[in-house]
């Protein structure tokens, strides 16, 4: 008598599970069932899907994120789909009342949740990291980095971090590195200083898009309302013209650090570092913050004027002088009197 073969259980259990199913889904019960919504809590539920893993892991971790549904029974679906091999990796928000029809299609897709990161224009690079570090989406892989090993990591090494970034909303699926978004805003820095660069005006004392970059992080951090930057350039870039010091506060208050209590004082004006601009002429050695677009536009293209100096009128604006007794004037209007 001829040897009888038989399927070993695992095979025979997985040609059980196809078999029902596709069997269920001929008489429409399947497909019903790929169309009713799949249990779970009440808000949305975050799905994590690792680069290459399989199908019945995907259904075992939709389980596992808080769906109620048979892991198995949903494999088989990925499976019968024909789709199971069209999963994408990714960070995915399941609502509520999702379906197994649904959900696969999301996966296939790629519709992954995102989130938002936001730079705001004139922080520092401290103020970049902080806020990295309260980001519990983004995978922290530069925080264990120095500034040197995060520039590196990022393709630009021998370079400072300072300013190098630019201020705006990045979106990103969550899980995603940090180092990914500090990328993209390194990337979309460097084009708009290449832009903003190519648009100097002629006459301009710059001698490079690294000086730009600089001058444009004071103006930023020098400017309360935004139709004050093409003067408050102005009065850098004429300093700069007659090398004249810049005697900017903003530029001894970021060379103080952590020091800075809020307070400046007179005493710190008159200490010198590389970031006093009271004590040495010229640029210092580094940006001070991000400057945004405006900034930098203004920067190569500042309103033609005389003006040298500018002091708070105590309401955003800035008030502009040609000559320092026009600006002592102007000082004792505007700050003496207010602090009587």
């Not at 990925?78 to 990714?90: L, N």
Request: charged share 25%; proline share 7%.
């Amino acid at each position: 008598m001829a040897p009888v073969h038989r399927p070993s259980q695992g095979r025979t259990t997985r040609w059980l599970g196809g078999a029902l199913l596709c069997l269920s889904l001929g008489l429409g019960g399947g497909y019903w069932w790929t169309q009713r919504p799949m249990g779970g809590p009440d808000t949305p539920i975050d799905l994590e899907i690792e680069p290459g893993q399989p199908a019945r892991q995907v259904a075992q971790a939709a389980a596992d994120a808080g769906l109620s549904v048979s892991p198995w029974l949903l494999y088989q679906w990925f499976r019968w789909s024909g789709q199971a091999r069209q999963i994408r990796a990714g960070s995915y928000e399941i609502q509520p009342g999702t379906s197994p029809a649904q959900l696969l299609r999301k996966l296939v897709d790629g519709d992954q949740s995102l989130a938002r990161l936001r730079l705001i224009d004139g922080w520092t690079f401290r103020q970049v990291r902080a806020e990295l570090a309260r980001t519990t989406t983004l995978k922290p892989d530069s925080a264990a980095l120095s500034d040197t090993e995060l520039m590196a990591a990022l393709g630009a090494p021998g370079t400072l971090p300072e300013g190098r970034f630019f201020p705006d909303t990045y979106t990103y699926a969550k899980g995603s590195s940090d180092l990914a978004v500090l990328r993209r805003a390194h990337a979309a820095m460097r084009k708009r200083i290449e832009a903003a660069w190519d648009q100097r005006a002629p006459d301009s004392p710059l001698k490079s898009a690294d000086e730009l970059l600089t001058l444009a992080s004071i103006v930023e951090k020098e400017t309360g309302r935004a139709e004050d930057r093409p003067m408050v350039a102005s009065v850098f870039v004429n300093r700069l013209r007659i090398r004249m010091p810049l005697q900017t506060d903003p530029t001894v208050i970021y060379g103080l650090g952590e020091r800075f209590d809020g307070n400046l004082r007179r005493k710190d004006l008159q200490t010198d570092t590389p970031y006093n601009t009271y004590t040495r002429a010229g640029l210092p050695p580094t940006p001070i913050a991000l400057p945004g677009r405006d900034a930098l536009m203004a920067t190569v293209r500042p309103a033609t004027s005389k003006a040298l100096y500018f002091v708070a009128r105590g309401d955003g604006t800035s008030q502009f002088s040609e000559t320092l007794a026009d600006h002592n004037r102007a000082v004792d209007k505007y700050q003496r009197k207010a602090a009587r």
